[in-house]
């Protein structure tokens, strides 16, 4: 059986390693950070920033895989539509270059899942989980839509995703362990569904295909989620359902748990964590892949990463502050702008803001993985 996925370690000590991904023709050094890229774009930035970042920043190395939503782009413009401009590569002008997609099953779920009396439930008729689909209204027209654990597939692959991710139904991070167990073992079984669907397909299609393994905070399930999902796990795998809204000694518990146990020769990616403090514990636990929308999220609020903590712009006190943004950062933003700067540019909802802001929190996180990786490789 041979792999699409080549991956590679470079080098490996305690738990930590830096690995070397091969697919479609792109090398990626691992551990890495992919930004965002929701509805194949964001704001004004140019996905050339990305591709060759030495206008913006001077010590990182060209990103090469971003990550897009499913959900948003099969609502608008449509998955056909993306196959006709010939994959969304061609349609951002990322060509070359590497995309891995979500299943669109978050957002599915996090959208119509509501909390009363403490219990969780779904309380609103635009969505409804059966074996067989999920069904859900669009949020722009109200339009009716059906999610299979076999349609998801093939809408990543319309888009010609190089990884894309299977159909999971979420559950809550506090659900209780009957209902998170139930909806484990459909999960399951929708796997078992994609990954048939696909195999037939997998020479044909660009793309490979990862599980996630879920389950909240339950340890037991998580153990029985990794043994069923690791025989799917052909060229990498997936943890999921972390830092949802749980408390922060509960993310580094599941991931210690769970990430040594997964097959130590694929890719491992951990899903939608959060802050700085996570990328740098997770690394030391057999992580290699990170994706997370505080980059922008964050950023959008005025809040800026940086050594000290995160600085919040629009405070008053930085109406006549003219230092650098930051004082460890190379962007843009931090050589050439001040506080005072972006504290008016915030004020007057100027765009130019969101876009070095954002580019400032992704350069950080990325420099975050390469100072480490840099020391690592340097180290006996
Ligand atoms: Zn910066």
């Not at 079984?189 to 990954?195: C, I, V």
Request: hydrophobic content about 40%.
């Amino acid at each position: 059986m041979h792999n699409k996925l080549k991956f590679t370690i470079l080098k490996q000590r305690g738990n930590a390693r830096v690995g070397e991904i091969e697919l479609n023709g792109v090398k990626i050094q691992t551990p890495i950070f992919m930004p965002v890229w929701t509805k194949a774009t964001i704001k004004w930035i140019i996905l050339d920033l990305l591709r060759d970042p030495h206008y913006i920043w001077t010590h990182i190395e060209p990103i090469k895989l971003i990550l897009a939503n499913t959900f948003h782009l099969y609502l608008r413009p449509w998955n056909e539509l993306i196959k006709a401009a010939w994959w969304l590569h061609k349609f951002e002008n990322w060509n070359d270059w590497l995309i891995l997609t979500d299943s669109g099953g978050f957002q599915v779920f996090s959208l119509w899942l509501g909390k009363k009396d403490d219990k969780w439930f779904s309380h609103n008729v635009r969505m409804k989980l059966t074996e067989e689909w999920v069904k859900f209204s669009s949020p722009h027209d109200g339009s009716k839509h059906f999610f299979t654990p076999e349609k998801v597939v093939d809408i990543q692959s319309d888009f010609g995703s190089d990884i894309m991710m299977v159909l999971d139904v979420c559950s809550p991070w506090d659900a209780d362990k009957k209902h998170t167990a139930r909806q484990m073992q459909m999960t399951h079984r929708w796997a078992k569904r994609a990954f048939e669907h696909f195999g037939p397909k997998y020479d044909e299609t660009r793309g490979v295909l990862f599980p996630i393994v879920q389950w909240g905070t339950y340890l037991d399930l998580r153990q029985e989620s990794l043994e069923f999902l690791s025989q799917y796990a052909r060229d990498g795998i997936a943890i999921g359902g972390v830092s949802v809204w749980e408390e922060r000694s509960k993310i580094e518990e599941v991931i210690e748990y769970t990430a040594p146990k997964l097959p130590n020769d694929k890719p491992r990616y951990l899903m939608w964590v959060w802050t700085p403090a996570d990328f740098r514990f997770a690394i030391e636990q057999w992580i290699d892949m990170f994706d997370c929308v505080s980059a922008t999220r964050l950023g959008r609020h005025g809040i800026i990463f940086s050594d000290e903590w995160n600085i919040k712009i629009t405070n008053a006190k930085y109406a006549s502050d003219f230092s650098p943004l930051t004082s460890n950062c190379d962007c843009y933003a931090c050589r050439y702008l001040t506080k005072a700067y972006f504290h008016h540019l915030l004020r007057e909802k100027e765009v130019l803001w969101w876009a070095l802001l954002w580019l400032h929190n992704i350069v950080y996180l990325e420099r975050i993985l390469e100072d480490w990786k840099r020391k690592f490789l340097a180290e006996w």
